[in-house]
Antibody, heavy 119, light 109 residues
């Protein structure tokens, strides 16, 4: 059974860099699926941040493209999210998920990790 | 403003049939299957429907359909545990990304 687990600091200072890791257990990140990051600000809906494509270039949401990097580490079977120059607007619950390539739907989600941007 | 349009809220009584809708356009719903995600009390999203396919473990009172650029999630025989916010999403080839609806808060009366 596939499990995804997000990890990273719960508090980041404004203008600093947010770094999160999604550890994958039960499938290889090179299995042919895509792997995505999502977030949900307090009281708001879900937002896609980007997808990692094994052997290809990641896709990012256009509004954050200059600040976000998603990369994979096959030796640890995990993928990561890096967001630079964070502000309070980046405060959210961050989720990782497996994205099925056929129709880009998410079939397995991590439990999410809360990130607060505050000094 | 979300790329996909969902009702803000829907309510129904136990045992009733309710249908949630998700409207997009040709660049998204018109060309791709729609995923539906249940989120109870801001917890972890759970995939309850992909197109008209039911993921393993999801009760068969959930069903999905699509007509043109509108997808629907129907719950037949509403149960108290179905009370949640439901999000639809799919790929958009113009945006080149995954797009979501704003979510429908389903209340079971």
């Amino acid at each position: 059974q596939l499990h995804l687990q997000e990890s990273g600091p719960g508090l980041v200072k404004p203008s600093e860099t947010l770094s999160l890791i999604c550890s994958v257990d039960g499938s290889s990140i090179n299995s042919g699926s895509y792997w995505g990051w999502f977030r949900q600000p307090p009281g708001k809906g879900l937002e896609w941040l980007g997808n990692l494509y094994p052997g290809g270039s990641p896709y990012y949401i256009s509004s954050l493209q200059s600040r976000v990097t998603i990369s994979g580490d096959t030796s640890k079977n995990q993928f990561s999210l890096r967001m630079i120059s964070v502000t309070a607007a980046d405060t959210a619950v961050y989720y990782c998920a497996r994205v099925q390539p056929a129709d880009y739907y998410m079939d397995v989600w991590g439990k999410g990790t809360t990130v607060t941007v505050s000094s | 403003q979300s790329a996909l349009t969902q009702e803000a809220s829907v309510s129904g009584t136990v045992g009733q049939k309710v249908t949630l809708s998700c409207t997009g356009n040709r660049s998204n719903i018109g060309n791709y299957e729609v995923g539906w995600y249940q989120q109870i009390s801001h917890g972890t999203p759970k995939t309850v429907m992909v197109g008209n396919s039911l993921p393993s473990g999801i009760p068969d009172r959930f069903s999905g359909s699509k007509s043109g650029t509108t997808a629907s999630l129907t719950i037949s025989g509403l149960q108290p545990e179905d009370e949640a916010t439901y999000y639809c999403s799919t790929w958009d080839y113009i945006v080149i990304g995954v797009v979501f609806g704003g979510g429908t808060k389903l209340t079971v009366l």
